[in-house]
């Protein structure tokens, strides 16, 4: 090239070189001016080029999103939910051509469902008394006024279907009086209108600002997103069984009684905040968790608390008695965190963890046992109290784990040996390294006590 027309300036200069170089890369310059035969070689060429004495700012580099290369398998979470309490997929119909994969959706609309029945309510409030027998379809939400009171027979069945064109979860909202009156041959049903129920397929029952005389008698829900709320309420109960709901039972300022209840195969069986329960001869499994209490009264007697893939029961700042229960092949049995209890005559055992944990808690125990669990079976953080008459056995890591500073009290116990060198050895004691010891321990029984369960 010998001829440039235009005048340039330095950066001028520096454009023109960078083009030019830019233009020899590619292979049409290669054979335009540089081969043998190139029809432009040795040739003079003439061009015109205007570059601004002032270049324009350069444009921000473009933000590239960078996927990260996977490094291997993802393991599942080491935490995951106990198979058996994982809802269970519904069944193909035999002769159905598969289409591929059923989404949930299409699992729940493939069901078969209610559309005919003997009563038939649709987004109705009840102001007067009624009473409901038979099988009855409710489309939409059913309220009880707070003047009036809803008595269903023995037997009855009430099945809630959506209101047309609309997405929220039926409820049976309770504002006046429940009484189901079923029998232990003739249940109450209260769930969704389909023939297989599945978790929160309707509302659940709700009561509000009711302080009435409220009673669920063999009452069975199934497949709710909680079985019962109750807000400010009073119910009672006996033979309740509520399964296949996110939460069973959930309590909010109120005051319960119940006997005779099951509960299982919910994410939480039963949960109470601010609220008094009385909770007796029931039976609480295959929950994830199966009890959380939070400043609130309890008091369970003869209740099975068993197979809950976490925590039997939770406590916080909780009042609570623990008495002839079995709390049996949960993670831990009990963990509570502050308030007070009594734990009389009753059983932990074969708990994948611990039996008992309780870190800043008063608590008495008296007549129990505390055998073949996975940890400790008793566990105590700045836990104060006494266990005595009790069994201490067979425990994985220790008979009793004990930190912090409170004293505490274990007179009078069985601890699988009548050797005081191995009861020692199965007794942690954080401040016995220090000659400062925190369990008193002698004197010991030399055999189990014969009313221990």
Not at 9 to 36: E, H, N, P, R, Y
């Amino acid at each position: 090239m010998k001829h440039i027309c235009g005048r340039l300036s330095i950066k001028g200069v520096c454009s023109v070189l960078l083009l030019a170089c830019l233009l020899m890369v590619g292979t049409g310059c290669q054979k335009l001016f540089l081969d043998q035969d190139a029809l432009l070689k040795n040739q003079p060429v003439t061009f015109s080029l205007k570059v601004n004495e002032t270049l324009p700012p350069a444009a921000p580099p473009a933000m590239i999103p960078v996927t990260p290369r996977p490094t291997g398998t993802i393991s599942p979470p080491a935490t995951a939910l106990d198979s058996r309490l994982v809802p269970r997929k519904e069944t193909v119909v035999a002769g159905t051509p598969s289409q591929g994969p059923v989404t949930l959706r299409e699992q729940r609309e493939s069901r078969t469902m209610l559309t005919r029945a003997e009563s038939v309510l649709a987004g109705r409030t009840i102001s007067e008394d009624l009473t409901l027998r038979g099988t009855v379809l409710v489309r939409g939400s059913l309220v009880v006024a707070p003047q009036a009171t809803l008595r269903l027979e023995a037997g009855t069945q009430v099945r809630f279907a959506s209101a047309a064109g609309s997405g929220a979860k039926p409820s049976l909202v309770v504002l006046g009086r429940l009484m189901a009156q079923g029998t232990a041959q003739k249940p109450v049903v209260l769930g969704a209108a389909f023939e297989q129920p599945a978790v929160g397929d309707w509302g659940g029952v709700v009561l509000i600002s009711t302080e009435k005389k409220n009673s669920l008698d063999h009452c069975r829900i199934e497949g709710a997103q909680t079985g019962i709320t109750a807000r400010y309420s009073q119910f009672s109960g006996a033979g309740l069984a509520i399964m296949q709901s996110h939460v069973g039972i959930a309590l909010y300022d109120s005051v319960v009684s119940l006997t005779k209840t099951e509960i299982q195969r919910c994410d939480v069986g039963l949960t109470l905040s601010d609220s008094e329960m009385e909770l007796k001869d029931s039976l609480v499994k295959e929950n994830r968790l199966g009890l959380v209490a939070l400043r609130s009264a309890l008091v369970v007697g003869g209740l099975k608390l068993r197979n809950n893939s976490q925590e039997g029961m939770v406590l916080d700042q909780a009042r609570f008695r623990i008495s002839g229960s079995a709390v049996t092949e949960n993670r831990s049995g009990v963990r509570a965190t502050g308030g007070e209890g009594q734990i009389l005559f009753s059983r932990f055992a074969m708990n994948r963890e611990d039996g008992v944990a309780l870190q800043e808690t008063r608590i008495r125990i008296s007549d129990s046992s505390f055998i073949r669990n996975g940890r400790a079976g008793l566990a105590l953080e700045n836990a104060r109290g006494s266990a005595v008459g009790s069994t201490f056995a067979d425990n994985a890591q220790a008979q009793l784990l004990h930190a912090g500073d409170e004293p505490f009290s274990a007179l009078l116990n069985w601890w699988g040996a009548a050797d005081e060198q191995r009861i020692v050895s199965g007794i942690q004691d954080s401040g016995r390294i220090s000659g400062q010891g925190k369990v008193q321990y002698v004197p010991f029984l030399v055999q189990s006590p014969a009313n221990v369960p």
